[in-house]
């Protein structure tokens, strides 16, 4: 059975950080891209980054320089972290799995995680 676990949310002041991790059992991250996710109270769910199963990564405009996605093979864990956090990072973060990362693009992953809620205080 596969399972994705976030953790690392929490309540931080503008400007503060946080690592957000999504730890997996059942799938090898490493050969599946993995995206992160948030959706803010009354907004649709928007992909924040991705990295490919080949490493590579893309954010979108609002997060680049902030935030960074990247993976630990050998713990099956893919972390985010979150730096210079503004009051308009709050969401609930969630991470995804797919072998394909068009996938991930159009929001249809095989395989996410409950999420871990990340509020900024301005």
């Known amino acids: 059975q596969v399972q994705l676990v976030e953790s690392g949310g929490g309540l931080v002041q503008a400007g503060g950080s946080l690592r957000l991790s999504c730890a997996a059992s059942?799938?090898?991250?490493?050969?599946?891209?993995i995206g992160w996710y948030r959706q803010a109270p009354g907004k649709q769910r928007e992909l924040v980054a991705t990295?490919?199963?080949?490493?590579?990564?893309n954010y979108i405009d609002s997060v680049k320089g902030r935030f960074t996605i990247s993976r630990d093979n050998g713990k099956n864990t893919v972390y985010l972290q979150l730096n210079m956090l503004k009051p308009e990072d709050t969401a609930v973060y969630y991470c995804?799995?797919?072998?394909?990362?068009?996938?991930?693009?159009?929001?249809?992953?095989?395989?996410w995680g409950q999420g871990t809620q990340v509020t900024v205080s301005s």
């Open positions: 059942g799938i090898t991250l490493s050969i599946n891209a």
């Open positions: 995804s799995a797919d072998p394909l990362i068009v996938h991930l693009r159009a929001g249809v992953g095989a395989y």
């Open positions: 990295i490919s199963s080949g490493g590579s990564t």
